[in-house]
T-cell receptor, first 113, second 111 residues
């Protein structure tokens, strides 16, 4: 079975630009989460979507937004990029016994210059 | 405030030298405690979910245990291929799907 897929794998942007990251969950999973992981730290929660509705939001500015589509894929958008937005952006697909286990994709490495 | 702390930050072992990684958590209404393995530049790979104190899970050389305040990841007779960063994460009662991660323990196993 295909796991979580994310695109692109790597991205270089300059300050002030906009970026869109994409994620496809595991087949049959209806919920996705987005995380930001800065080098040397654990992932930080950005959003979770379930059945196209936002279920949770982390402590990130309004420059960060997301949406989920009818096929359960998701996009993370970041506006007005800052140098500090450089990180590995992870998407997780949610399943398991009680719909709590999060299975992560390979991530998108974003570098802001 | 919900918090997860892992120790040590880094651990060097000789091949075959068993040890344990610690994850201390302060989370109200724990719904699940998760362990992941992460290789450099890659996404975290799911290892275990623990739901209640006293629960244990095993997979090859790894064994995870859970108490009301801590979780341990025991590594028995590690091999060089076990070298990675091990992340612990807690799911609290907020029902937002938010996992609270520790900073990770980077394990290096030398042959």
């Amino acid at each position: 079975d295909a796991g979580v897929t994310q695109s692109p794998t790597h991205l270089i942007k300059t300050r002030g630009q906009h970026v869109t990251l994409r994620c496809s969950p595991i087949s049959g999973h209806k919920s996705v989460s987005w995380y930001q992981q800065v080098l040397g730290q654990g992932p930080q929660f950005i959003f979770q979507y379930y059945e196209k509705e936002e279920r949770g939001r982390g402590n990130f500015p309004d420059r960060f937004s997301a949406r989920q589509f009818p096929n359960y894929s998701s996009e993370l958008n970041v506006n007005a990029l800052l140098l500090g937005d450089s990180a590995l952006y992870l998407c997780a697909s949610i399943g398991g016994r009680s719909q709590e286990t999060q299975y992560f994709g390979p991530g998108t490495r974003l570098l802001v210059l | 405030e919900d918090q997860v702390t892992q120790s040590p930050e880094a651990l060097r072992l000789q091949e075959g030298e068993s040890s344990s990684l610690n994850c201390s958590y302060t989370v109200s209404g724990l719904r699940g405690l998760f362990w992941y393995r992460q290789d450099p530049g890659k996404g975290p790979e799911f290892l275990f979910t623990l739901y209640s104190a006293g629960e244990e899970k095993e997979k090859e050389r790894l064994k995870a245990t859970l108490t009301k305040k801590e979780s341990f990841l025991h590594i028995t007779a590690p091999k060089p291929e076990d070298s990675a960063t091990y992340l612990c994460a807690a799911d609290g009662s907020s029902n937002t799907g938010k996992l609270i991660f520790g900073q990770g323990t980077t394990l290096q196993v030398k042959p």
